[in-house]
T-cell receptor
Framework: EAGVTQFPSHSVIEKGQTVTLRCDPISGHDNLYWYRRVMGKEIKFLLHFVKESKQDESGMPNNRFLAERTGGTYSTLKVQPAELEDSGVYFC???????????FGPGTRLTVT | AQSVTQLGSHVSVSEGALVLLRCNYSSSVPPYLFWYVQYPNQGLQLLLKYTTGATLVKGINGFEAEFKKSETSFHLTKPSAHMSDAAEYFCAVTGSGGYNKLIFGAGTRLAVHP
């Protein structure tokens, strides 16, 4: 069974541009999470979907970030316009149940220059 | 609010030596605690977790951790390090509110030398 996949693995964009990150969870996992690690600091929670609904988006840094999960399958995280401080590694995770183990993808490394 | 502190951003041990990675947490509710490992170019992999019950938890690859409520600690140990254990390790606690949001420590990079 395929694990959590993320695309792209790396992205380099200029300040002010738009970038869209994609996450494909494990098939059948209703719960999908986005996390971010900035500059070797701790990994921080961004938001949690249950199917297509945003269950908790308390970690979203500002309105430049937009997450969607149409149809309750894959999810996208759009950053528009990107700022230098958005650079980091964006992780996606999914779990079968609300309290179930979270399986992580390899992450997308975003560099904003 | 919940938080996790990992003591030591870098730890270096000799092959065959004891591995001890420290984690302290703060939580106003009974915590669920986790250790994750990240190998180069891979996602985070769950090593072990504590939810309830036995305070000594055994995980994969010979790792174990002990939940000590009085010390608010959940240190990770392995009796004998292998070269393949070189990776970054993250301690995490679940957030409050009944959901599964993970709150991570800053990570500890483990180096194993011959």
């Amino acid at each position: 069974e395929a694990g959590v996949t993320q695309f792209p693995s790396h992205s380099v964009i200029e300040k002010g541009q738009t970038v869209t990150l994609r996450c494909d969870p494990i098939s059948g996992h209703d719960n999908l999470y986005w996390y971010r690690r900035v500059m070797g600091k701790e990994i921080k929670f961004l938001l949690h979907f249950v199917k297509e609904s945003k269950q908790d988006e308390s970690g979203m840094p500002n309105n430049r970030f937009l997450a969607e999960r149409t149809g309750g399958t894959y999810s996208t995280l759009k950053v528009q316009p990107a700022e230098l401080e958005d650079s980091g590694v964006y992780f996606c995770a999914s779990s079968l149940t609300l309290k179930g183990e979270q399986y992580f993808g390899p992450g997308t490394r975003l560099t904003v220059t | 609010a919940q938080s996790v502190t990992q003591l030591g951003s870098h730890v270096s041990v000799s092959e065959g030596a004891l591995v001890l990675l420290r984690c302290n947490y703060s939580s106003s509710v009974p915590p669920y605690l986790f250790w994750y490992v990240q190998y180069p170019n891979q996602g985070l992999q769950l090593l072990l977790k504590y939810t309830t019950g036995a305070t000594l938890v055994k995980g994969i690859n010979g790792f174990e951790a002990e939940f000590k409520k009085s010390e608010t600690s959940f240190h990770l140990t392995k009796p004998s390090a292998h070269m393949s254990d070189a990776a970054e390790y993250f301690c995490a606690v679940t957030g409050s509110g009944g959901y599964n949001k993970l709150i991570f420590g800053a990570g500890t990079r483990l180096a194993v030398h011959p």
